[in-house]
Every structure is written in structure tokens, then in C-alpha cells.
T-cell receptor, first 110, second 114 residues
Framework: SQQGEEDPQALSIQEGENATMNCSYKTSINNLQWYRQNSGRGLVHLIL?????REKHSGRLRVTLDTSKKSSSLLITASRAADTASYFCATDAGYSTLTFGKGTMLLVSP | NAGVTQTPKFQVLKTGQSMTLQCAQD?????MYWYRQDPGMGLRLIYY???????DKGEVPNGYNVSRLNKREFSLRLESAAPSQTSVYFCASSEARPADYEQYFGPGTRLTVT
């Protein structure tokens, strides 16, 4: 069963706009991670936020975590066509594994 | 560093055939994983190896077997392929448990079972 669920399923924006995608999960976590997948490629790790952190930045990425609402958001500022990809959240479902959501497909048009 | 490598990149099998997907990492990671990804789905964990010498079932282990050959290599075997195993298979590795470390993914193997 999938722990994290991303919303929306798909998002289409213009270059220069901000993109926000959300992740909700069901059980307590130690950390939450976001990954990007370009079409036909493997996943690439973007950012890891721990349960005791509320916000984390990495370049144009901002991730927030609200453990009381069991939700996280990923904000990509000033989007570029190269940001077109699927974005997945992943939570640690147990000691040794991650559980991935179904992803948000982001399309950034020039 | 090559990171995580997978072979083959593409494979077509007939129902009932067997094959082994190979995965190797050169980052000295302790933990390795096999996932499958189907259209519109996230990744689902098939098997994982938390450390050399151990393997455990994930969410969808039926029809698969794994071998952690050494610290670098983790193979996935389909003994009798079925059309339901048509998917993209990803191998991943991490330094240690996912609660604390990111996972590094290979480029994937696209498998079609006819």
C-alpha cells in the first residue's frame, strides 16, 4: 500500500511561474523525501526533510513539512522547461524501506 | 563513479521464460533495493537487502527471487515470466537505512512479457 499521495496528479504551467505540489501520508514518519523522474529515466533525489524540521531549501526548491497534518509541499520557484518531470514524495515506512507515492507530472511550457 | 548500473536496458520475454536482472553499485552502499514501476503508479518495492548477506520481501515479491551476491551486486530473477510482470524495473542503493539516507537509482530495465 502507498503511504504518500501527491496532489495534483498533473500540473501545467508556464516558464517563470512557481509550481507547488503536495504530499499527504498516513502514519508517523522519521523523514520525507522528494524525488524527480525525467521521462524514461531513474529517480533522482531532490531533498530530505526530517520530522523535526518544518522547512528546507535547496536552490529553487522549498519543502515544507507539517507533521500535525501529515502533509508536505514542494515548491519550485521560477520554473524552467527543464523542470518538466514527475515528482514523487517518499516516506520511510519502516526501518529499512521507503514508500513512494504515485507522483505529480509537471509540464513547464516555454 | 558509475553510480548504479543495470543490465539489460531492454528485454522481451515469452511467458514462462526466465531471466535475471543485474544491478551493481560502486558507492560502497550497504542497502540495495529492487522496485517496479507501472504506468500511473509510483514505485513498488519488490525486495530489498538492508546489508550484505540479508534480503527481505517488499510489497510485491511474488514471482521474483533475489540474490545479494556481494556488497556491490544485487540481482533479481524471474523464474517463470508472466505478462503481469511487464514493467520497468529499477534498482537503487543507499548508504544505510532510508530513514536517514537518500536512495540512488539506476537507469531502469524495460521488460515486456508476451
Amino acid at each position: 500500500s502507498q503511504q504518500g499521495e501527491e496532489d495534483p496528479q498533473a500540473l501545467s504551467i508556464q516558464e517563470g511561474e512557481n509550481a507547488t505540489m503536495n504530499c499527504s501520508y498516513k502514519t508517523s514518519i522519521n523523514n520525507l523525501q522528494w524525488y524527480r523522474q525525467n521521462s524514461g529515466r531513474g529517480l533522482v533525489h531532490l531533498i530530505l526533510i526530517r520530522s523535526n524540521e518544518r522547512e528546507k531549501h535547496s536552490g529553487r526548491l522549498r519543502v515544507t513539512l507539517d507533521t500535525s497534518k501529515k502533509s508536505s509541499s514542494l515548491l519550485i520557484t521560477a520554473s524552467r522547461a527543464a523542470d518538466t518531470a514527475s515528482y514523487f514524495c517518499a516516506t520511510d515506512a519502516g526501518y529499512s524501506t521507503l514508500t513512494f507515492g504515485k507522483g505529480t507530472m509537471l509540464l513547464v511550457s516555454p | 563513479n558509475a553510480g548504479v548500473t543495470q543490465t539489460p536496458k531492454f528485454q522481451v520475454l515469452k511467458t514462462g521464460q526466465s531471466m535475471t536482472l543485474q544491478c551493481a553499485q560502486d558507492m560502497n552502499h550497504n542497502s540495495m533495493y529492487w522496485y517496479r514501476q507501472d504506468p500511473g503508479m509510483g514505485l513498488r518495492l519488490i525486495y530489498y537487502s538492508a546489508s550484505e548477506g540479508t534480503t527481505d520481501k517488499g510489497e510485491v515479491p511474488n514471482g521474483y527471487n533475489v540474490s545479494r551476491l556481494n556488497k556491490r551486486e544485487f540481482s533479481l530473477r524471474l523464474e517463470s515470466a508472466a505478462p503481469s510482470q511487464t514493467s520497468v524495473y529499477f534498482c537503487a542503493s543507499s548508504e544505510a537505512r532510508p530513514a536517514d539516507y537518500e536512495q540512488y537509482f539506476g537507469p531502469g530495465t524495460r521488460l515486456t512479457v508476451t
